[in-house]
Every structure is written in C-alpha cells, then in structure tokens.
C-alpha cells in the first residue's frame, strides 16, 4: 500500500482549488463553482467543488447551491471562517452527510466518491458533503438465476442499493456490516454482511484477516477477492457461492453464513459454504417442500450425469460390454458400424464441438443466436449422424449431459463439473470402469480435503452430521427446520424457530359450525 | 495431533480395512472345510475377533492420546520401541503389498485382462498415497461415504437376490464333528485380527477410553458382513460350488437377472468394492508410514510417503512370480504373520504394560501434576 | 507455491502417459466384436467341435451404419471350428472370423447327446475358469448335429439365441414340465449329494430347415424348433432320456411346478374318454424319508391347488361334491404321473428327484451309511404318494356346456 501522507488545505481557497486540480489532472468533468457572498470578485468567500457524474446533481443545485445563494448574506457577515464554516455546516448545507475535513488526501477521495467539497476562504478546514449518485442501473430481475416463484429483485452494481436491499430483508440490529476498501487503485468498496451472535465469530474474524491481508492494485469485481481469499486455489470445485438473488443471500446470512458485497458488480459473495449449498436454489424454500426435496434429487442426479455420462458412455461401451443388455448392445453395435473413430475420439470431438458452440452463444450478440442453434442442432445432430462421422447414441449422450449441466443452479459448480468430464473420459477410455471408479476415488479424497473458512466442504454427509441432513438432499417442511446448519453457525444460536409447529387441522370442526 | 476424529467413523474405518478382502477370499476358503456350516465358523471367527479387539481396545486405553510410538517409547524405552516399531511397519508393508497384489489381481481377473499389472498398481498407489498425504481425517472421512454409498446397495442388492437363494443348502445344520467349523473359524478369525490398526488410530480418537467400544463394534461389522457373505454365498450355491468359483461375493451378484435390463450386475458392485479397497490400502499404507514416521522422527512427510509407495509397488510387481506362489504365501504365512503381529504382539505390549503399570501411575500424577 | 505446481506438472505428467498408453490393451470398440448369441458343443474322436452363432448388429437394427438394410440379410452367421481342447477349438476361430468372437451375450448351450453322453466336465470347466463367460447360460441337449439349432431362424425373433433363452424360460415359467437349466444350477446339480441332474432337449420339427430370410417370408415355416425330452444325467454323464409325461411326474416330486397345465379323465372311473383340462396356479411337495429297518420308505406330499380350464363331461360345478369327484380324479391323474416317472428314473438308478438331499437333511448319520452306494440304496426305496388337491375356480361359468346342452334336449 502507499504510505499515507497528509497534506494540510490551504488557507486560500484559490490556491487549495489549483492543488485539487493538479492532483486531479484538471479533468473536465471537475466543476467549480463560486460564491463571491458579498466578499471580493477574485476573491470568493466560498467555493463549491465536485465531480459531474458522481454526484446527484438534484442534491447539488437543490440542498447546496440554492441554500448557499440563500444565505449568503448571512454567510457574508459572519465574522470569521472558523464562523462561516460552522454555520455553512450547521444552518445552510441541507444534507445528511456531512464532515469537515483537514487533509488534502481526504478531500480528493471523497470527491472520488461523489461528495461535494465547499471550501471557505481563510480557514484549513473543508466540508464534505456527501451527494454521491449519478446514474445507476435500477432493481432489476436477476439475469443469471431466475426463480418462478419468489422475489423478482436482484443485486445492482451499487453496493449502497446492495445493502439497502438486505437491510430492508433483515429488521434486525445485530445485522453488522462492516466496510473497507481494497484496491489500491481503485479503492473499492467491500462491505461484510453477517448477524452478529448468529454468525460463527471466529469465521467472520478468518474473513477480516483475509481480506485485510489482499494488497492489489485493483478489484474490479468479486471473483477477484474470491481468488484471494479461498483456502485452496488447485481445485476445480468453488469454495465461495457467488450469488445475484438478495433473498438467497439473506437466506444464507439468517443460516450463520457471511456475506462479501463489493462494489461495482451485482454477484455478492456468500462464505463459509459447503458442497450442498450449490445444488439449492432460494426457490426450494418457497415451494412445497415434497416437489423441492424431488428437485435437489433431480439437480445431484444431474450434476453426477453431468461429471460422468460420457465417461461411463465410453467405458462400459469399449470395456464392459456385458453389462449392456443384448438388444441394445446390438444396436449400438449397429450405430457404431462405419463410424470411423474410437469411442473416446468420438466423445472428444463432440464434447469439444458442444463447448465451442456453448461458448458462441454466450459471446455472440444477441441476435445471431437463433442462427447458432440453428447450425448447432443440424450441423451436430442430425447431419454428423447422417454423414457417419459420430454414432446417434454418441450424440444423445453429450446432449443429455449438456442439458444436465445446466440444471445445476450453480454456474460455477457446473463449470467444475464440465472440467472433470474431460479427466474423466481419459481416464474412462483407458481403464474402463476401474478408471472412471479411480478418478471418483481421487475426487472424493480431494473433496473430502477441502475446507471453506475452515469449514469442511462436504459438510453433512462427511463428517456425518445427521441433523444437518434434513436439508441436503431433501428439504423438510419449513415447520420441521427448527435449527440452523451445525458447525457454520454459532453453536449458541443454533435454534431457529419453535417446536411443535407441525399445522393441523381445527380441534374442533369449525367449518360445519359455519355452514349451519 | 490436531487431526479428531468420532469412535463411530473409526469403527466403520475397521471395517472397511477387514471386509473388502475378507468377503473376497473368506467364503471360498472356509466353505472348503465346513461345508454348510461355514456360515457357524464365520460367527465363531467373529467372535474371537471381537476378544482381539477387546485386548487392542485395552491397550489403547491405556495410552493417553499420545502417537503410539511415542508413547511405546516412553513407556519401553528407546530401544524397545525401534524394535516394536520396525516390526510393525515391516507388517504393514507385508499386507501392504500382499493387499495391492490382491487388488492388482483381481482387477487383472475380472476387469482389464490384458493392461499391464505394473499400471495399475502405479495407479493405485497413487491414489493411496495422495489419500495417505490428506491425512488419516480425510480418509476417514471418503470412509464414511463409501459407508453410506455400499450400506445402500447392499440393501438394494440382498433384495435383488433373495428371489436365488435357498434354505436347503444350509442343511442339515449341525451335521459331523465341530472340529472343521473350529478350524474354518481361525482364518475369518486372523482376518478380523486386522483390527490391530486401532492401536495407531485411538490416539485420533475424539471420546477417550472408547476404543474398546470403537474396536468392537468395528470388527462386528466386520464380521457380520463376512458372516452374510458367506451364508448368502452357500445359499445361493451350496456348499459343494461355493470353494469352486474364485470370488462368491460377486458372484451370487452376477447370477441376478430381473427381466433382461438388469443383469450383470456385478460391475456395480465390482465398482463400489474398489471404493473400499482404495480405503484398506490407505489405512494399511498409513499404518507403515505412521510407524516409520513416528519411531524415527521423520519431519519430511511427503517425500518419505512417495519413496515407500514406489517401495512397495516394487515390491508387489517382484515378489510373487505366479499365482500360486502368491497364494501359498498369504494362506501359509500370511495367516502366522497375521495372528503374530495383530495378536501375539499385542499381547506382549499389553503384558509389558502390566509389567509397568506402577511406572504409569506415577508418570500420571506427575502429568496430572504438570497440567 | 512452487511445490504445488511441481505436484501439478507432475500430475499433468501422468496424464499425458495415460493418454498416449490409451489405445491399447483392453478397449475393444463395439465394430470389433463379433457378439455370440449361441454356442453348441459337439464331441468326435479328433476332438471338439463348436460352432458359434453369431450377430450381425447391422441386419438386425437398420437404418444406421454402412447402409446393410434390415430384412433381406440374415441377421445371424455361423461359425464352426474345431481342435483338440475347447479352448484351443475356439482359439482357432481367429483363423476364420474377422472379429473378435465376443461371448459375455451367449444365451443358450446346446451340447449334443454325444458331447453329452462322454461328460460334461470340460465344457463346465470352460464355463467357470473364463471371467467372460456367462455362467447363467441355458444348457440344452441336442440329438445328432447342435449346430443344426444355430443355424434355424425364429420368425419372430431376430436374435435366435435369445429366441432359444426365451423359448426354454417361459416354458419353464407357465409349463413346468422342463426345467430351464443354467449353468451353475446344473453345476451345483451335479456336484450336490445326489450327483445327478436334468437338461431340456431342443430338436427341430419340420425339414427342410429354416435357413435363410427367404424362408421366412411364408406365414407357415417348414421348420421350427422345439423343445422335447428330458436329459437325465448320472454325475457329469448323460444316461437316458424322459417323456415329457414323466419329466412333469420329475417337477412334480422334485417340488419344480410353478404352473402346469395337463388333461385328466372327468367321467367316472374308467372313463378316458372325456376330458377336462386343470391348471395348476400353486403347488408344493414335501419329501419325508422313513426308515423301516433296512428299507427305507420315501413319502412324497403333494399339495396342489389351481383351476379348472376346460371341462367336457355333463357336471354341475356348482354341487361340491362334484368337484370332490373331480379333485379325487385329478389325484388319480397325478400320481399316475409320479409313478411313471418314478419308474423311469429307478430303472436308470439316477436320483433326479432330490430324494439324496431330503434323506441328507432329514437323517445325516444314517446318510453316511447310504452315501457309498447310493444309486442302489435309490433304486431300492419304496415311495409313498400323498396327493391332495383343490379346486380353487372353476372359472366363469359354473356348468359346462355339454350340461346346457343337455338340458335344453330334456
């Protein structure tokens, strides 16, 4: 980091005006703007400094310019600076948020962060008013995790409207959120959002420190701090969610996790997490719990299709061909006549074929996308087959996988997966099942090993927390959820709501009462 | 010592060091001697397992949370724990690689015929080691899946084949002299003397004073599960086929057909038992580094874990020069070696213990006092 | 930082060894196979020789692949080779067969009565020293040539082996009469206390043989295979055969019927000529050795309980002691079965009936003693039959038709 220096304001705003500017490099989007107030021409008792477009230009012409044209009788026969700087921030400035401040420093950062400066002849002191605003994306649906029932609002790339959006979720005082900024360059803002007493003190400590110890020039969106702070960087598997939904992130906040927003992009960081949390969506609390419980089955049998398929594809088709049951083995052995590569060249040509396609329509401008589909379903469904150049079973397997992925509401999940998918195809097409087993061996000690904050990752199923289960693979009723998740959150606020609350009909039957 | 683990993840981690291999050879060999009452000498063989774990479980009471070896030396001497401690980690490099050549040959039997035993015992081993290098935490902890994963599908499985099993091979049930059940139960009974590994788990143990309960119910599990074996091997074939086929346990599976989708069901057995013999061949591993390390004080890990992998890997490939020398060698010595060190042994640390248990008390209050 | 991207070089290292070792040993594609559906054993005096019916996947499913259309090709070849071993016979199949002979999906064994008649061992050996094999292979006996029973078609099933497979399991399953026997049930069979067992014969009704598609095009084939006898052997030797009539009297006391369907006299005593047809939903059999001295009696229970199908004599269902008449007539029918084959199998000295078992469990002492000489201690025995059965439905209609009739005339 630079070394802090102070630079003391000078006394003559004139002069403090052309530091600012210097060190600003006379940018054109700097406005100044005078107040003579009765005092000399050349010599104005007040000066107004500010960005164009960092500020809320309503709040500039509205709260300060106005009020300082208003009162600048007043302000003109104040006796001192000292004076007219006390009433400036006492009687005149109309805005929440306000300093004085001593140092040169302070003042081009609070201009950076959309203040408005007021400097006053003859004193070393400044006011900072803060009027940051400017244009914004409003609250919008969130793009990249959708629900059909739940809340429609998501996270913004303003870390003001971020928190706002979880502190209207949570009415509580022991919500904490501490800020610090990072980047020293940038210097942008990453706030920590937790529930005092119910998040684990220790992880939120771990947190701190990790993020206190990052020194970069520059964040400019949270997957850089996600790299910086996770414990293990040769994994394929996230050890932070990133998430775009508020109620997902409440959700998680409510449950002892902790929250990283960082300023400048809508995806908020959700820590300590383990390896179920990316296989739930926020939906399954707001539906019925029978069709979620159904639904997570679905998405772990998905993200398994997704990892293995081809993989096993390959295997029992080039190895274990007596596992298949005869009538399919003999039409697969049909397709395959003619087909001029092995299996596993065959899964790797479409795999590859499928990523490149993927990775278009994710690049290409809007438009043109039906145009990919269009060339994908053709050129790799039916005319490779036609053409004898891959077998059609081949291409029913690496489309379901395709389709399995995205299942997984966890974008970064599914990209692990589709990376262990290749492993697993050499591995598949070298050692038959024996690989494939090797490979899960190698994947379960790793995933076993790994930790986020210090949590283990595969949480309830290894070590075997049966309490914690009832919302792994399936999710009990809301009535039946009575405690958190054990070992992410304080173990003293382990319960979360009462017992017995299991709804049952009236006692005694009300509804013939009212029919009579 | 900051690695914890729970008396229950232990106990499932004994058993998955015994069952792999012993629902393997187990039923074959023992059905060769008491025919239909193999399934008797089995019981039997479990319960003598259960006074090993018993005597292990005591000695590891005694220790109090130290490694063993440290704890051997404090209690021996110096020179005494070299010497428990060379001949322990020579055990379990013995079963080592008398394990990897198992595994080897069976992948080579029923799996990949024609690739070189050389790969993939390389390839096991590398497994192991990275599994070995996570420490015993993490182990224990793929354990506990595994667990979970084949405690499903023997459920799923023993419904499959209850529609070819019979009553009528497990009869008469007491017939001839109950010399042959005896003997048939000293080999499950070795076997299931591998609990021995407790001595260097129990020090990890979270509860204290549990690791009779931990060992016990370990060597149960164990025990039972050959037990099944067995008896669902006899009564699907009779006593007469069973010593025939090379391996019942997959066998009874692979005679299931439901319709003609689900047949061949074996591979997916075949698949999950890998899963727990990677578990056995970690534990084992770990035993011999554990030994190694802990008596001579080795500080770098990883690079002494590598050196005994490619060692016992040689050892594997160049040992055996068929099968038959390989299968003399694990019934004939393999059984002595397996009694000696996992039961003699014992006892002989649990009687130099009673030797010198005025020594441990002082040493206890001096500790007591300490703290 | 250094050492974990040494791990991962290292790792990668591996990786890259696997991939260039791909290729070799064990992967086999699908197009290098050549999947057998059915072998048959037949023994010389040169040696063995087997033939293997193999698939052709292109004929069987069309519309993919090189272009052979379904329909006109057969969808099965023949190969026959042969040589002193078994092994060695079909490790001579690579001098003919482009493709790796691939067995894991062989559904039936027909051994010919020869093969059969010399021993059986070799070819079970075979079955239970090789991983691929298939020990739940169907075993069936052929008179004269076995791979005669390759070469035949099924009109309806493309893949003659599973045709065979299937044609003996439902047989099996709704008749009973012949047992559907796999490999190591006949293994087990034979090695078991009483050291005997039974296979199903298979023989082709009809000539000529059903060849070629062209044949197929008729709605009526000129030949079709069929099941026949019962093969009764004395340890891993064929010694005779069985009528179907007393191979449903073998099911019957070896406790084997899951369902069965026969005619029985309905009249009165002595009356053959008008008939009823019973099926049997349920039924099981108890054998209780008794000793008597030096004579050992065997008492066979019989329960039987199923429906009636047919019934061509003038009764009234409805009365029951009409249907006590039928019961006691359908007894009669049963033991007639049993004793038939009771006689069949103690001339051959050949206890298929499990009776070697029932004395095992029931007396193990004295078994030892009748071990040694077992065949004639069987032949000896004195058997008792206890046969009960019941009507359970008499379907639909309550009297037969022959009553209607009769009763309008009156």
Partial sequence: MTERRSTPISESSASALEWIMDELGHGADIVTRAFACGGADDQPLITLVYIEGLVDPMAVNGRIVDRILDASQTLGEAASAPERLRLLKEKVLAVGGITEVQSGEHILKSLLEGHSIVLAEGSANAICANTAGGEHRGVEEPSSQTVIRGPKEGFTESIRTNVSLIRRKIKSPKLRIDYKSIGTVTQTQIAVVYLKDIANQKIVDEIHERLDGIDTDSILESGYIEEFIQDRTFTPFPTLQNLERPDAIVGGILEGQIAVIVDGTPFVLLAPVTFNRFFQSSEDYYQRFDIASFLRLIRFGSFLVSMLLPSLYIAITTFHQEMIPTTLLVSLAAQREGTPFPAIVEAFIMEITFEVLREAGVRMPRAMGSAISIVGALVLGQAAVQAGLVSAAMVIVVSFTAIANFVIPAINMATASRLIRFAMMILGGTFGLFGVMTGLMFLLIHMVSLRSFGIPFMLPMSPLSISNLKDVFIRLPWWALSTRPRLIADPKANVRQGKNQKPAPPSSSAGERNDE | MKEKITSFQVSALIMFTIAPTGILLVPGAITAFAKQNAWQSAVLGTLIGIGIAALIGYICNQNPGMPLMTWLERRFGRWACVLIGLFLARYYITVSVITLSEFSNFISDEVLHRTPQWLTMTIIMLVVLYAVGQGIETIVRVNMITFLVSALLIAAGSLLIVENMHAKPLLPLWEGSFAPVLKGSLLPASWLSEVAVLLLLAPYIKEK?????????GVALAGAAISATVAVSIATFGPKLVPLITYPGFFIVSVVEIGSLLERLEIVFISIWLLTMYLKLSVLMFGAAQCLIQTFRIRSERPFLLALGLFVVLNAICSWGNAADFYSFTVKAGFLDLLFSNVLLPALIAAGLLVTAKGTRRQRSYDANDS | MTRTIRKGMLAAACLAVCLMLSGCWDRTELNELAITSATSFDKTDKGWTISYQVIIPSAISSGYGSGASGGGSAPITVYTTSGKTIREAVSRSVLESPRQLYFAHNRVLIVSERAARAGMNAILDVYFR???????????????????????????????????????????????????????????????????????????????????????????????????????????????????????GVSFIADRIKFATFAFPCGNRGQTEQLGTFRITKSSTKLVPRRAGDRLTMDVRIRTEGALEEMNCALDLLDPSVLQQLEARLKEEIENFVDEAWEAVRTQKTDVLGFADAVHRHDPKYWKKLKKNWDEQFAAISMKTDVKVKIERVGVSTKSFKKLEEQDTE
């Fill in chain 2, 209 to 217: 004073n549990s690791a009779i309960r931990t060992g016990v119910a």
């Fill in chain 3, 130 to 248: 090789q991983p691929e094999a298939r020990e739940t292979v169907n075993i069936l006996i052929a008179e004269g040539d076995p791979s005669r029973m390759l070469r035949q078609l099924f009109a309806m099933q493309r893949i003659s082996g599973e045709g065979l497979q299937s044609l003996i399991a439902k047989e099996s399953r709704i008749d009973s009469m012949l047992p559907a026997v796999k490999v190591y049930e006949f293994a087990m069979s034979i090695v078991g206390d009483a050291r005997s067992g039974v296979l199903p014969e298979i023989y082709i009704g009809g000539s000529p043989d059903v060849n070629g598609t062209d044949q197929l095009s008729k709605t009526s084939l000129t030949a079709r295979l069929k099941l026949g006898r019962l093969a009764l052997f004395k340890a891993d030797q064929m010694v005779g055969w069985l009528n179907q009539r007393e191979a449903l």
